[in-house]
T-cell receptor, first 117, second 115 residues
Framework: GAVVSQHPSWVICKSGTSVKIECRSL??????MFWYRQFPKKSLMLMAT?????????EQGVEKDKFLINHASLTLSTLTVTSAHPEDSSFYIC?????????????FGPGTRLTVT | QKEVEQDPGPLSVPEGAIVSLNCTYS??????FMWYRQYSRKGPELLMY????GNKEDGRFTAQVDKSSKYISLFIRDSQPSDSATYLC???????????????FGKGTLLTVNP
């Protein structure tokens, strides 16, 4: 149980284009979904927190107009990297908190590796 | 001082060894403590979750929390080559003004278990 998927697992795009990453909870409904970014040999950095039907809450220093988050349903959240640049290349990981839990258990997706050329 | 400190290693041990991984933290508000395992180019997998001081055992894994010292540990007994991964400690505190727990991670310790 508590499986989270991400799509795509790997994407290459050209500088200036936009890329959408999907995060789905497959066997549970997620009250909250989180988006993280991870650089090589570094820990996960929380980018934003999203609740279904509400605007996402962004961490300090994260540009909300660049990283658009939509949490359309209790099983799907999307992250769109707009006007991507090479410095946006990273490993993006989502996590989800099952509905009905206390909110401190997060189950992670397999991650999406973004390369901007 | 960073909120969570974790020695990044790398740590290399022979198969069958007991592995000890540690994190220290500075924020007294942290209430829940977790250990995640992350294989290369994969998302983190929740291994252990605890919220009180003391030990919690699950198979070959034991999580230990000492809130008075702000110190947590993960012990792996009879380590296997398949345990080779990065181990991340994580902690949460209730987020002021909101209803979500913010997870704060350590940098992760890279473990290699040699056959």
């Amino acid at each position: 149980g508590a499986v989270v998927s991400q799509h795509p697992s790997w994407v290459i795009c050209k500088s200036g284009t936009s890329v959408k990453i999907e995060c789905r909870s497959l066997d549970f409904q997620a009250t909250t979904m989180f988006w993280y970014r991870q650089f090589p040999k570094k820990s996960l950095m929380l980018m934003a927190t999203s609740n279904e039907g509400s605007k996402a809450t962004y961490e300090q220093g994260v540009e909300k107009d660049k990283f658009l988050i939509n949490h359309a349903s209790l099983t799907l959240s999307t992250l769109t990297v707009t006007s991507a640049h090479p410095e946006d290349s990273s490993f993006y990981i989502c996590s989800a908190t099952p509905q009905g839990t206390s909110g401190d258990e997060q189950y992670f997706g397999p991650g999406t590796r973004l390369t901007v050329t | 001082q960073k909120e969570v400190e974790q020695d990044p290693g790398p740590l290399s041990v022979p198969e069958g060894a007991i592995v000890s991984l540690n994190c220290t933290y500075s924020n007294s508000a942290f209430q829940y403590f977790m250990w995640y395992r992350q294989y290369s180019r994969k998302g983190p997998e929740l291994l252990m979750y605890t919220y009180s001081s003391g030990n919690k055992e699950d198979g070959r894994f034991t999580a230990q929390v000492d809130k008075s010292s702000k110190y947590i540990s993960l012990f792996i007994r009879d380590s296997q080559p398949s345990d080779s991964a990065t181990y991340l400690c994580a902690m949460t505190a209730w987020r002021s003004g909101g209803s979500n727990y913010k997870l704060t991670f350590g940098k992760g310790t890279l473990l290699t278990v040699n056959p």
